[in-house]
């Protein structure tokens, strides 16, 4: 008995403890967004006010066009029991999610892997070019070297514990000799990790953390799933008139640590939307282009951004797969306010396409699905609401994760603000700004004006790569003296792959025909053997 008792009591005080914890937090500022990140998975606040900063100048004012937003996720035992955890506001110190990882069995790990871990395009370079200088790294670079990729043998050295033993891979890398493990002084190098992607895509600037779900569920009440949350979030600086530099991306990696099938799972993503004043906005819902977004509700965003009010687009690019092996496309989009949720079944109805009471909500569970620039369409505009605060819930489901099932997640935010325009001059705008983020995404984040490719600098020994002629205008030809080439593909300027071939060995020349493309400029992306891919710019002339 005295043994049941010191176990309980321990546990009380475990749950204790985490509840009480601060969370971490970090701030990415790689273009025209500061977001600010919490490793318990609350995203764009500081659990005082939002931090979604857009535009972002340095030393200059700070609005925010998101109030607070995280995950959600909620499905059922093989009993029927309903689990689940949500992100709102950690009001009070209320929490679903806690820093760091699970063991394979379901158990939060120790040490925690708790860190919000950057690194930045800068850094990948100088360490790639470094490398490339004589195979040996001589100035390493705290990000790179303390990156936790699986198996880091320096990880200890930069943070003063060990990286979780794990079959799941952790942060994304490159694996330069494919050894299945990230050591930075054999070439390896931080990549983004998305569904479809060649591990060796880099952004601007990065962050990547991982929480869980495995304590006391202080905000929903409902019961812990045992789920692992690996959370990268990145951005591009790109050029001037791409709207990847007004753009952040989320990706989740969703682990079913537990020993259980969960079934009939939801999934999606919360957003408490505040396009400056919090108190005017509306929202609305593209379901073709799977796109939530906020607007002001008026002409003007009194006590914010005045007359320059800007729209926030949320793209939710990804969803998880079902049981074929199928991606499922964005299924629901309910607006709800926080004092309905007044139970734990409150949050499955919104994520099952129903308002917190259970009632249907419209649409089939989509909520606004028109233009508000119709006047045909149903909008809020249409509708003659009244602004005000906007909490949205848009998600995913039904779909199964078996013990040690992996799924994703994945959304962009990025927001519209043009000079002179209302907002829903703003939010006309938003829709081919969404186009072109999602073309950058599906051609695993290459355009012509903002790639993810590193390129490597040559060694100085080696002579570097020749594109002849160009402009050119029916072939181009590609030459290595280290016959080292793998694969050729061509984009344009809209980021869409015109050309692609692939070499069954590596070649000192490939002739890439152009006839039957348009006179522009494209971009090459050259794949070479054991090296990162390089992109070059071709000029075709008719």
Sequence with gaps: MQFKTTVCLGLVLWAISLQSQTPQSASLTANRVKAVVNNNGALFTDLQKGQFIAPYTPGQPELSLLRAAGLWIVGSDPGGNLKGAVQLYNTGG????????????GTPGTPALSGIYRVTRAEIDTHLADFADNGVIDNPQPGMFGWPGRGNPHFFTYHGQDLPLTAQALAGFYDRDEDGDYNPAKG????????????????????????????QHTESGLAPLQMEVQCQVFAYGCSEESPLRNTVFVRYKLINRGTEELSDLYTGLFNDFEIGNPDDDFFGTDPVRQLVFGYNGDATD???????????GVDMFRGPLDVFGEEINLKHVVSFQPAQLNNAVSYYNLL????????????????????????????????????GQRQVVASY?????????VNELMAGYFYTQEPGNTPL??????????????????NCFTTASCSALVDAPEPPDAPG??????????????ESPEADLTQVRLFDLAGREVYRAFNAYPQTLMHIPLETLSAGVYTA???RQNQAERTEKVVVVK
């Design 188 to 215: 390896d190098y931080p990549a983004i990790e998305v569904r479809g992607c060649a591990l060796d895509r880099v952004p601007d600037e990065m962050l990547w953390f991982t929480f869980h779900d495995a304590g």
């Design 352 to 387: 099952q396409g129903r308002f917190a009471d259970g009632s249907p909500a419209p649409n089939n569970g989509i909520q606004f699905p028109g233009s508000p620039n119709d006047p045909a369409a149903d909008s809020e505009v249409s509708a003659g609401s009244t602004p």
């Design 465 to 478: 790569l020749r594109l002849y002629p160009n402009p050119a205008s029916q072939r181009l030809s590609i």
């Design 302 to 312: 009194e006590g914010g951004y005045d007359a320059d009010s800007p729209v926030l």
């Design 425 to 442: 001059q703003n939010v006309q705008a938003m829709y081919q700004r969404s186009d072109e983020i999602q073309a950058f995404l599906d």
């Design 94 to 105: 209320k929490t679903d999610f806690y820093p760091g990882q699970l063991e394979l069995d």
């Design 397 to 405: 489901g039904p779909f199964t994760l078996l013990p040690g099932a």
């Design 525 to 527: 992306s050259i794949g």
